[in-house]
């Protein structure tokens, strides 16, 4: 089977460097909070080019701390999209606030800035756009939008180390940006980690004592916080892949340029395009088809891994049922979740192996 995506043969690719690094960190002593999470932090800044990056446990606590950070809480409404991971829109009502989902644009995938003017109520915080499947949605207009109305931009970069809007790398667009380090994103360990950037050293002071118990001094506490750290365990391994993940961005996109060059020509497929000034990860590389069912089985005959992104918009979900949305609300959205599979793309996916997967295309559409 060639998987979507495989984290192993990534971290395999690592092996001699890491278990010299784990011989290290064993006798180290220092396994919380230690100088691995300290050094990974200023890299991250860095690459980003923020001012500060914080660790925590999760891409999912990087959003729910980033909010309370941010004073966003019960009563506060954060405009976002209904297309995407769960995580986004669940962290917004874990603060206690509402998810307000805007239909995304039909080429990008990405929330449409066009159709957000409209959801800004009087209790409108912020906006949360995802940079969906690795690509930068259009933080232009999202930021003047957002200065226009007085509201803060917090971005789900959870998909998207690495890419570029204008030769500006996402995670500096907004107050602050989220990352997830879940072993199968572009940057990944193997377990869970999350960073927050920013380039607001007010926020990312109240970010770090929220992490560690609301306590800016060890047993003095000036708030209610967390426990979400990144372990020492994961920065070591995550210092280790950050050597690597320019390399394995490109080989992405060299990829996504490979399914272009030889699936571009089927007209009944939607696959992936970059607008103007935008370079994209492909954390996923999602194909839009009427004829879905029928290629997800000849391609699962062939012994390829497809998934589907994301089968049920966020504003039909069961759990946001209580937000009184009803289907053909939001039908760009509704549409993508009936079209787009994702096929295999990761760096170390072979030239062979993509081959193989493109031939099932090109044979199933001889076959209609
Ligand atoms: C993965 C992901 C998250 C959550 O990250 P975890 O590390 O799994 O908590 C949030 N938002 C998006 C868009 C994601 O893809």
């Not at 992490?211 to 020492?232: A, F, W």
């Not at 939607?270 to 194909?287: F, K, Q, S, W």
Request: glycine share 10%; aromatic share 8%; charged share 25%.
């Amino acid at each position: 089977m060639i998987g979507l995506s495989d984290p192993s043969r990534q971290f395999q690719s690592l092996q001699d460097e890491l278990l010299r690094d784990f011989e290290a960190f064993i006798g180290g002593g220092a396994y919380i909070m230690g100088e691995r999470v300290a050094s990974l932090e200023t890299r991250f800044a860095e690459k980003i080019g923020t001012l500060e990056a914080i660790g925590v446990a999760n891409g999912t606590d990087a959003l729910i701390v980033t909010l309370d950070a941010l004073g966003i809480g019960e009563g506060d409404e954060v405009i976002t999209t209904p297309f995407t991971f769960f995580a986004t829109a669940e962290a917004i009502s874990r603060r206690g606030a509402t998810p307000v989902f805007v239909d995304v644009d039909p080429v990008t995938y990405n929330i449409d800035p066009a159709r957000i003017e409209d959801a800004i109520t009087p209790k409108t915080r912020a906006i949360m756009p995802v940079h969906l499947f690795g690509l930068p949605a259009d933080m232009d207009s999202i930021g003047s939008l957002a200065r226009k109305n007085g509201l803060l931009v917090i971005e789900d970069a959870c998909q998207a180390f690495g890419a570029q809007l204008r030769g500006r790398p996402v995670g500096s667009f907004g107050h602050a940006a989220c990352f997830s380090f879940f072993p199968t994103k572009n940057l990944g360990t193997m377990g869970d980690g999350g960073m927050i950037s920013t380039s607001d050293p007010e926020l990312a002071a109240t970010i770090r004592r929220l992490r560690h118990h609301g306590s800016p001094k060890k047993y003095y506490h000036d708030t209610i916080g967390y426990n979400s750290r990144l372990d020492e365990l994961h920065a070591m391994i995550l210092l280790a892949a950050m050597n690597h993940i320019d390399e394995w961005n490109e080989r992405r996109r060299a990829l996504a340029d490979r399914y272009r060059a030889a699936l571009g020509e089927l007209s009944d497929l939607d696959l992936p395009t970059e607008p103007e000034g935008a370079r994209g990860v492909y954390h996923l590389y999602c194909i839009g088809s009427d004829d879905r069912a029928s290629l997800l089985s000849a391609l699962r005959q062939a012994g390829v891994q497809t998934g589907v992104y994301y089968p049920c918009p966020l504003h039909l979900q069961q759990a946001y049922r209580g937000l009184g949305y009803r289907p053909g609300d939001l039908p760009v959205a509704e549409r993508l979740s009936e079209r787009l599979f994702a096929v295999p793309l990761h760096p170390f996916l072979s030239d062979s192996e993509q081959d193989h997967i493109v031939s099932v295309f090109l044979k199933h559409r001889r076959s209609i």
